[in-house]
């Protein structure tokens, strides 16, 4: 389990990460949200003793990463994607690292495979594609089986395949009951590859919880209720005394907030009035995504006008 504690980070007189607290709990994949600046990378630094906390301790299952003797083992994590050396081919940069951590060089043959990286394993890594380098970091993470990974803005400047290998990769990986830690600046992305997400804006913590509380906590969701013209007052003034807030829409549809869609069948039913349309709408994520960050937005944009 990866346990951040009241860790702030100053550099200088900037507050990257202001008393952060929340925990990744094992075999989940959780998303890392929030907005460009926000903290992430510089949190995922101090989780792998890179940066160091000016305040807090980020500890990875009760210890500092770096008392870890193998920790390549206990957790595997890109965090920049081009950090390799441009001349090694991809082989031998994986080969480097498994012989400076004690990892068998078979792990190396095993994670070009599972990267896809095979057919271009004897190739410079200086030539590869963006989307190559990715797989090869991704290579480096597995390296040593790890049960944890932490992957920093994985899908930043994929095409759609390569976003979707990823989504697969991170799903398989949590299949298999290892934990997942990931990071990313966009909700949609996250939808189809978190079960809990932690978002955070201006370093402090907006919210940690299941992706689907995230989505019954947004203000949007609503019930469609369309009715005969002459059937509308009625209709209105039953979901208003069942305590519903009614919007009136330009096509004649009622937008229908506090209720749900059962609960307004039930009404139109006992009125006995015909609907023509009964339908729920949730929110997407996006929509509460950026009602939780709004605040952290409109203060960077301001701080940036400024
Ligand atoms: N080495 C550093 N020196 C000075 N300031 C830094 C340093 N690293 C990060 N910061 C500042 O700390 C804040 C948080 O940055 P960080 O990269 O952690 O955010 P992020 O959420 O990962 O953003 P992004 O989505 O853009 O990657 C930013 O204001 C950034 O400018």
Same mark, same amino acid.
């Given at each position: 389990?990866?346990?951040?504690?009241?860790?702030?980070?100053?550099?200088?007189?900037?507050?990257?990460?202001?008393?952060?607290?929340?925990?990744?709990?094992?075999?989940?994949?959780?998303?890392?949200?929030?907005?460009?600046? %926000? @903290? *992430?990378?510089?949190?995922?630094?101090?989780?792998?003793?890179?940066? &160091?906390?000016?305040?807090? #301790? !980020? =500890?990875?299952?009760?210890?500092?990463?770096?008392?870890?003797?193998?920790?390549?083992?206990?957790?595997?994590?890109?965090?920049?994607?081009?950090?390799?050396?441009?001349?090694?081919?991809?082989?031998?940069?994986?080969?480097?690292?498994?012989?400076?951590?004690?990892?068998?060089?078979?792990?190396?043959?095993?994670?070009?495979?599972?990267?896809?990286?095979?057919?271009? %394993? @004897? *190739?410079?890594?200086?030539?590869?594609?963006?989307?190559?380098?990715? &797989?090869?970091?991704?290579? #480096? !993470? =597995?390296?040593?089986?790890?049960?944890?990974?932490?992957?920093?803005?994985?899908?930043?400047?994929?095409?759609?395949?390569?976003?979707?290998?990823?989504?697969?990769?991170?799903?398989?990986?949590?299949?298999?009951?290892?934990?997942?830690?990931?990071?990313?600046?966009?909700m949609?992305?996250?939808?189809?590859?978190?079960?809990?997400?932690?978002?955070?804006?201006?370093?402090?913590?907006?919210a940690?919880l299941?992706i689907r509380e995230l989505i019954a906590a947004a203000s949007g969701a609503h019930?469609?209720?369309?009715?005969?013209?002459?059937?509308?007052?009625?209709?209105?003034?039953?979901?208003?005394?069942?305590?519903?807030?009614?919007?009136?829409?330009?096509?004649?549809?009622?937008?229908?907030a506090?209720?749900?869609?059962?609960?307004?069948?039930?009404?139109?039913?006992?009125?006995?009035?015909?609907?023509?349309?009964?339908?729920?709408r949730r929110s997407s994520l996006e929509d509460a995504y950026f009602e939780l960050?709004?605040?952290?937005?409109?203060?960077?944009?301001?701080?940036?006008?400024?």
């Open positions: 389990m990866i346990e951040v504690r009241g860790v702030t980070k100053r550099y200088g007189r900037s507050l990257a990460v202001d008393d952060l607290s929340f925990q990744v709990r094992t075999g989940q994949v959780t998303g890392f949200l929030g907005p460009n600046g %926000a @903290g *992430k990378s510089t949190t995922m630094r101090m989780i792998l003793g890179l940066d &160091r906390p000016s305040s807090g #301790a !980020a =500890l990875v299952d009760g210890r500092p990463y770096r008392s870890f003797r193998r920790p390549l083992h206990k957790v595997g994590a890109l965090l920049d994607a081009s950090a390799f050396h441009p001349g090694r081919t991809a082989r031998d940069h994986l080969r480097a690292i498994a012989l400076s951590n004690g990892i068998s060089p078979a792990r190396v043959a095993h994670v070009l495979g599972q990267v896809g990286l095979d057919p271009v %394993a @004897g *190739k410079r890594a200086g030539t590869f594609s963006l989307g190559m380098k990715q &797989r090869l970091g991704i290579a #480096a !993470a =597995l390296l040593g089986d790890p049960e944890l990974l932490m992957f920093d803005e994985p899908v930043n400047g994929l095409d759609p395949e390569g976003v979707l290998w990823i989504r697969t990769l991170i799903r398989g990986l949590a299949a298999e009951g290892r934990t997942v830690f990931v990071s990313s600046h966009l949609s992305e996250m939808e189809s590859t978190a079960d809990h997400l932690v978002v955070v804006g201006r370093g402090r913590l907006i940690d299941p019930v469609v209720v369309r009715v005969a013209a002459e059937h509308r007052p009625a209709m209105i003034s039953a979901l208003s005394a069942g305590g519903a807030q009614i919007t009136l829409e330009p096509d004649g549809a009622l937008k229908v506090g209720m749900d869609a059962a609960g307004a069948g039930a009404l139109a039913h006992a009125c006995g009035i015909p609907l023509a349309e009964l339908s729920p960050t709004e605040d952290a937005v409109e203060y960077r944009a301001k701080e940036v006008a400024a």
